[in-house]
T-cell receptor
Framework: DQQVKQNSPSLSVQEGRISILNCDYT??????FLWYKKYPAEGPTFLIS?????DKNEDGRFTVFLNKSAKHLSLHIVPSQPGDSAVYFCAASALSARQLTFGSGTQLTVLP | DADVTQTPRNRITKTGKRIMLECSQT?????MYWYRQDPGLGLRLIYYSFDVKDINKGEISDGYSVSRQAQAKFSLSLESAIPNQTALYFCATSDLVAGGYTGELFFGEGSRLTVL
């Protein structure tokens, strides 16, 4: 049973518009969340994180929102750029778990 | 040079062969991990190690073994490869985040393994 779910395998948006990538989790012990970006032929790279004491964290064009009651987080990219086209993974951690649990990823394509 | 280096980057082998994937890091991190990526399944943890004497099974350890030869080296072995072990394998490292969480992972570029 997947504890971290990304239900949209793919998403396409126009350049300049907002991209919203979603992630749901089932384990109520998770309290630290991260997003990673992966280009073809490269390893994933860290993008942004949020702990459960916050509901929002921003870094430039990237904002992560956390809704603990719904066990849902989302990554907003504004404005989207063609270079943002990649696979995005969300991941979750709990202090007791000693490891990250990843979702299945969403392929974002930003169209020029 | 990459901070996390994996060798080989690509390998084609036959069923029943023994395969070793190697990982070395220059980040000075104590924690190292092996993940496997499959389409539609994301990244799944095979084994992880928090120091040379601390080896732990992950979500999908069956059919795999690991060796932590030094702080900087962590190798993954497939004793008898089978076709459903065809996948993209990633090594990663991390350091502790304040509060004791496993935080940001630093990944290698991946090793693509094909088992015929």
């Amino acid at each position: 049973d997947q504890q971290v779910k990304q239900n949209s395998p793919s998403l396409s948006v126009q350049e300049g518009r907002i991209s919203i990538l979603n992630c749901d989790y089932t384990n109520s012990m998770f309290d630290y969340f991260l997003w990673y970006k992966k280009y073809p032929a490269e390893g994933p790279t860290f993008l942004i994180s949020i702990s459960s004491i916050k509901d929002k964290n921003e870094d430039g064009r990237f904002t992560v929102f956390l809704n603990k009651s719904a066990k849902h987080l989302s990554l907003h990219i504004v404005p989207s750029q063609p270079g943002d086209s990649a696979v995005y993974f969300c991941a979750a951690s709990a202090l007791s778990a000693r490891q990250l649990t990843f979702g299945s990823g969403t392929q974002l394509t930003v169209l020029p | 040079d990459a901070d996390v280096t994996q060798t080989p980057r690509n390998r084609i082998t036959k069923t029943g062969k023994r395969i070793m994937l190697e990982c070395s890091q220059t980040k000075g991190h104590d924690r190292m991990y092996w993940y496997r990526q499959d389409p539609g399944l994301g990244l799944r943890l095979i084994y992880y190690s928090f120091d040379v004497k601390d080896i732990n099974k992950g979500e999908i350890s069956d059919g795999y073994s690991v060796s932590r030869q030094a702080q900087a080296k962590f190798s993954l072995s497939l004793e008898s490869a089978i076709p459903n072990q065809t996948a993209l394998y990633f090594c990663a490292t991390s350091d502790l985040v304040a509060g004791g969480y496993t935080g940001e992972l630093f990944f290698g570029e991946g090793s693509r393994l094909t088992v015929l």
